[in-house]
């Protein structure tokens, strides 16, 4: 039997990414939703990187909410942009680590060979979160709404048992577990207190979040990732509306906290409602060669966990990034670069103590040794979601853009991103330079 | 078989008025109950003060047991031990150091590792340790004491554990009233580990009608592998007799709560209910009369047609009562009693044993303080029951090589059919002679059998274990 030459593993590397600038909740992205939004990025990503419309295989789009008439968010975005009606989509969640997802799911399907060129994001848009109908008013009327035939009598029915109305009331969305009832802040408040994270300690991390990421922004380093955003109005949107260049931890230690009285959470150290929409282009290796783009990076590993939503609930990176570190065959001093979502300083800095921890390490991961400590100097280099914004679904694609970047740009090799996400999930990558 | 004095207790004014008025009355407090099947933090919200004494061996896990169950520590001393220290960080529960003169806090639990007791007179380290406490100590609070067994020791050392016993005997009797429970943990050397699963069971709200014990945690049986603490019966199948009604019934919901599969199983005529009870849980229903030759041989016969072959665990819940004073007893009223008590349960372990209950199996058996105890009318049944305690003490060390553990539990005064149909003044009585004031569900005995099949119990083997609210009566 003649032997066959193995063929080479097959690898996705990525091209490049982009995003549309992002703004506060409710302001002029008012009348783009994340339909809208995700289709901009995407229209302008492929400007940036002109890939012929016929090599294109997938969309994979990450968001969190979705709109309740047309979910496959992705397949809207192709449909939109008029794209071949052969490019498929998908849309993942996964609560905040979504962007990630949508990603790491692109990057499965090209190295198992389902497909060779994907673009893939996120984005989302609370400014158009729908108002839900209460279950019960569903439960009553839907029988005779939608289940043909119905008279007058039916109709009165209905009414007479929806009586007194109040039930008719939407209700607003928040961000609370289903489970528990807690909303994300109490729980990063709890984890706070529980992990020893002061105040003073939060609002310098949220500073320098924003002085770092108005530093990126006025040295033209997010120029090759932003985009513009026309609205229906006319305007262009050409910059993140969030970041705070002249903020200082005199002025944001005068803000009340929040989520608890005594609490030491505030506005300006947690991330902000944000509409928003990023997109990143993948494509197996050769094929980029072939199509000659040049490739920045490519995933190394990944690891997505969950732990208890009633515990802490955001802590699932402290378990997530060392379990990717060691499938990517590193240790964290290995690592030039960490780049974490900051859904709150708080559970920034709450993830650092675990991971610096030895007793963290022996109790909870296994390990003899702590994780170790993360040098600031190499942590969210540009900021992060504190200043920048956090649209739910884009995220992940926003970090592994910045950080693909920034592996080129400083000449690095290797960076690890870490996402915590609502349900008690947590997700991680190691990136390495490609070329 | 509602308890109307403890629904009155609930109420303020009822306290208020019975105190102001010096009634002879008692207010028993209603009783935390657990919601739900075993939690990955059941004590998520509670506080624990933890003290010890010189040369106290289980720091290590007590810190572990309160921190990771979600409890908030408070540890009395000059100095946080390492442990403590660790505990809190792996698991995000700061602890609070506390000087051992400074006043009371109010806690849901206090834990007092004697282990290190060398002689008598280092039992005032309890007296030190709780007297300055007590009066913080919550309703439905919890005393756990912890220490070496008694046997194998030098005699001074022997005489401070033993009196480990006697202490927390009393203490429940006394803190009782707030339905507050008190226990007192012999730990083998080699056991200590185990100490985590079983202080996490004994903080819980699941042990709510358990009082004034000491338990034995040995070494000998080893643990199975893997300590899920939520679903810790999942993919097991537990047999339970005397399933139909009563603590059986209860039982077979809380033992299908965590997961297992449960063959229910009571005697010919009772299919309907029994049917019900095994369909509500997705178990299976099994008509064998316990008492019949071939009984052992049935339930052989149907482990193999449809579950494998394979039992995880049994539970020798049937039981009955015949009732007479010796002298006018009829014979079968003597030997129905003892064949369904003891007889029986002999018998399919036999069975059992031989083909189907698997290595790392449990084998739980009812007894009852009555028959611990002794009581007119129930030579009968109390000869069967003391047989039971005898028979479990014995069965233990035989299947130890197997990694079968053998336990009995002996419950008090529980609010069933057959405590229903007491005559009221007894029964009254009855419920009040103990350190809680009042008697137990079904669900409460079921909360202590299912514990002990779960391999949360690891440790535990050839004990009788009471569910009785502190009885006054039996040793």
């Known amino acids: 039997m003649a032997t066959r030459r193995r063929a080479k593993p097959r690898r996705a590397v990525i091209i490049g990414g982009v995003r549309t600038p992002f703004l506060k909740a409710f302001t002029q992205y008012l009348h783009l939703d994340t339909i809208d939004l995700g289709a901009a990025a995407v229209r302008a990503l492929l400007e940036k990187y002109p890939v012929p419309r016929a090599e294109l295989d997938s969309i994979v789009w990450g968001g969190v909410i979705l709109p309740g008439a047309a979910p496959n968010v992705g397949r809207e975005i192709a449909l939109d942009l008029k794209l071949p009606f052969s490019v498929e989509a998908r849309t993942v969640t996964r609560a905040c680590a979504s962007g990630l997802q949508a990603i790491t799911d692109a990057v499965a399907a090209i190295e198992r060979g389902d497909s060779d060129v994907i673009i893939a994001g996120g984005s989302d848009s609370t400014s158009n979160a729908e108002l839900k109908l209460p279950q019960e008013v569903v439960r009553t009327a839907g029988p005779v709404l939608m289940g043909g035939k119905a008279g007058p009598m039916d109709y009165l029915g209905v009414l007479a048992q929806l009586a007194p109305f109040?039930?008719?009331?939407?209700?607003?969305?928040?961000?609370?577990?289903?489970?528990?009832?807690?909303?994300?802040?109490?729980?990063?408040?709890?984890?706070?207190?529980?992990?020893?994270?002061?105040?003073?300690?939060?609002?310098?991390?949220?500073v320098r979040s924003h002085h770092r990421a108005a530093a990126a922004i006025a040295s033209g380093r997010f120029d090759d990732e932003v985009i513009s955003v026309r609205t229906p109005k006319g305007d262009a949107v050409h910059a993140d509306g969030l970041v705070r260049a002249e903020t200082s931890v005199e002025k944001i230690s005068r803000l009340r906290p929040v989520f608890a009285k005594d609490g030491t959470l505030t506005a300006a150290n947690s991330s902000p409602l944000t509409d928003g929409a990023a997109a990143v282009l993948l494509m197996e290796e050769s094929k980029a060669k072939a199509l000659g783009f040049t490739p920045k990076a490519a995933f190394r590993s990944w690891s997505y966990v969950g732990v208890d939503p009633a515990d802490q609930l955001l802590m699932g990176p402290a378990i997530a990034m060392p379990k990717a570190?060691?499938?990517?065959?590193?240790?964290?001093?290995?690592?030039?670069?960490?780049?974490?979502?900051?859904?709150f300083a708080a559970q920034v800095l709450s993830i650092l103590a675990m991971l610096r921890s030895d007793a963290f390490a022996r109790e909870r991961l296994g390990r003899d040794k702590a994780v170790g400590?993360?040098?600031?100097?190499?942590?969210?280099?540009?900021?992060?979601?504190?200043?920048?914004?956090?649209?739910?679904?884009?995220?992940?694609?926003?970090?592994?853009?910045?950080?693909?970047?920034?592996?080129?740009?400083?000449?690095?090799?290797?960076?690890?991103?870490?996402?915590?996400?609502?349900?008690?999930?947590?997700?991680?990558?190691?990136?390495?330079?490609?070329? | 078989m509602s308890d109307l004095?403890?629904?009155?207790?609930?109420?303020?004014?009822?306290?208020?008025?019975?105190?102001?008025?010096?009634?002879?009355?008692?207010?028993?407090?209603?009783?935390?109950?657990?919601k739900g099947p075993a939690e990955a933090l059941p004590l998520e919200g509670r506080t624990v003060t933890a003290g010890r004494?010189?040369?106290?061996?289980?720091?290590?896990?007590?810190?572990?047991?309160?921190?990771?169950?979600?409890?908030?520590?408070t540890v009395v001393g000059t100095e946080l031990p390492a442990p403590w220290q660790a505990a809190a960080e792996a698991w995000g529960r700061p602890v609070t150091l506390v000087a051992p003169e400074a006043e009371a806090a109010p806690a849901d639990a206090l834990v007092f590792d004697a282990t290190g007791l060398a002689g008598a007179d280092e039992l005032r380290r309890l007296y030190d340790f709780f007297h300055p406490r007590l009066g913080g100590l919550a309703r439905n609070g919890r005393v756990v004491v912890l220490g070496r067994p008694a046997a194998e020791r030098d005699p001074a050392s022997a005489a401070a554990m033993a009196g480990l016993e006697g202490f927390v005997r009393s203490l429940a009797k006394e803190i009782g009233r707030k339905g507050a429970t008190a226990h007192v943990v012999f730990v083998e050397e080699g056991a200590e580990a185990r100490i985590e699963a079983l202080l996490r069971f004994l903080l819980s709200p699941r042990a709510a009608f358990l009082t004034g014990q000491p338990w034995h945690l040995s070494?000998?049986?080893?643990?199975?592998?893997?300590?899920?603490?939520?679903?810790?019966?999942?993919?097991?199948?537990?047999?339970?007799t005397g399933a139909a009604r009563g603590i059986g019934a209860a039982t077979v919901g809380l033992l299908a709560a965590e997961g297992a599969h449960v063959i229910c199983v009571d005697r010919p005529g009772d299919e309907a209910l029994l049917g019900k009870v095994a369909r509500d849980v997705a178990g299976t229903a099994l008509s064998v009369d316990v008492t019949d030759p071939n009984a052992g041989a049935a339930i052989v016969a149907h482990l193999k047609a449809h579950h494998g072959g394979r039992l995880d665990a049994v539970i020798h819940n049937a039981g009955i009562t015949r009732d007479k004073t010796l002298a006018r007893m009829k014979p079968e009223w003597w030997d129905q009693a003892v064949a369904v008590n003891l007889g029986g349960v002999v018998a399919i372990n036999d069975a059992l044993l031989a083909d189907g209950l698997a290595d790392g199996g449990r084998i739980v058996c009812l007894s009852s303080v009555a028959g611990i105890a002794g009581n007119v009318g129930q030579t009968n049944y109390a000869a069967s029951k003391a047989g039971i305690a005898g028979y479990v003490r014995a069965l233990a060390p035989a299947v130890a090589d197997r990694n079968i553990a053998v336990n009995a539990v002996a419950p008090g005064f529980i609010e069933t059919r057959l405590t229903a149909a007491i005559p009221a003044v007894t029964r009254e009585v009855g419920r009040r002679l103990s350190a809680l004031g009042q008697g137990g569900l079904p669900?409460?005995?079921?909360?202590?059998?299912?514990?002990?099949?779960?391999?949360?119990?690891?440790?535990?083997?050839?004990?009788?274990?009471?569910?009785c609210g502190g009885m006054f009566i039996g040793a």
């Open chain 1, 166 to 206: 109040t039930a008719l009331i939407p209700k607003i969305p928040k961000i609370a577990e289903r489970t528990t009832g807690e909303v994300m802040g109490e729980a990063a408040e709890r984890m706070a207190a529980r992990n020893h994270i002061t105040r003073e300690a939060q609002d310098e991390f949220a």
């Open chain 1, 325 to 343: 570190l060691e499938r990517a065959g590193l240790e964290l001093g290995g690592v030039d670069l960490v780049d974490m979502h900051e859904a």
């Open chain 1, 373 to 435: 400590e993360i040098d600031p100097e190499r942590l969210n280099v540009h900021g992060g979601s504190v200043a920048i914004g956090h649209p739910f679904g884009a995220t992940g694609a926003r970090m592994v853009t910045t950080m693909a970047n920034e592996l080129v740009l400083g000449d690095k090799q290797h960076a690890l991103l870490g996402i915590c996400a609502a349900g008690g999930l947590g997700a991680a990558a190691v990136l390495e330079r490609v070329g």
């Open chain 2, 5 to 34: 004095l403890v629904e009155l207790s609930a109420k303020p004014w009822f306290r208020q008025t019975v105190k102001n008025l010096g009634l002879p009355l008692p207010t028993p407090q209603a009783l935390r109950r657990a």
């Open chain 2, 53 to 73: 004494a010189p040369g106290a061996r289980l720091t290590d896990h007590l810190a572990r047991a309160v921190a990771a169950a979600g409890a908030t520590p």
């Open chain 2, 219 to 240: 070494a000998a049986v080893d643990a199975p592998e893997g300590n899920d603490w939520v679903q810790p019966l999942a993919g097991q199948t537990v047999l339970i």
């Open chain 2, 443 to 467: 669900r409460d005995v079921g909360d202590l059998l299912t514990y002990l099949v779960t391999p949360q119990a690891t440790g535990l083997t050839g004990q009788v274990i009471r569910a």
